[in-house]
């Protein structure tokens, strides 16, 4: 997917974000957290019933565990079922 600064707000808006000047920030700390598999998990957020309360749990989990969480994010199915 996408690099979260590269996908517009009517965008995130099609994936399901509601709270939209808030996900690009988080988005961003993110993907400095786990690097490069938290720029995939928009894909995986857009599946969520609720994208913003997901990524703001994923959020969590990384600030407590970020290389579990990284290693994780890596398999797709995997963002899946944890989004």
Excluded: W
Excluded at 50 to 78: C, G, M, T, V, W
């Amino acid at each position: 997917m996408a690099d979260a600064k590269a996908i517009g707000l009517s965008e995130l808006a099609r994936f399901g974000f509601v709270q939209l000047s808030e996900t690009v920030p988080k988005l961003d700390a993110l993907v400095k957290l786990v690097g490069d598999a938290g720029r995939a998990t928009v894909a995986s957020l857009a599946k969520a019933a609720d994208s913003d309360a997901a990524l703001n749990h994923l959020l969590y989990f990384a600030e407590q565990d970020k290389p579990r969480i990284k290693k994780l994010l890596a398999k797709a199915d995997i963002a899946d079922r944890l989004c």
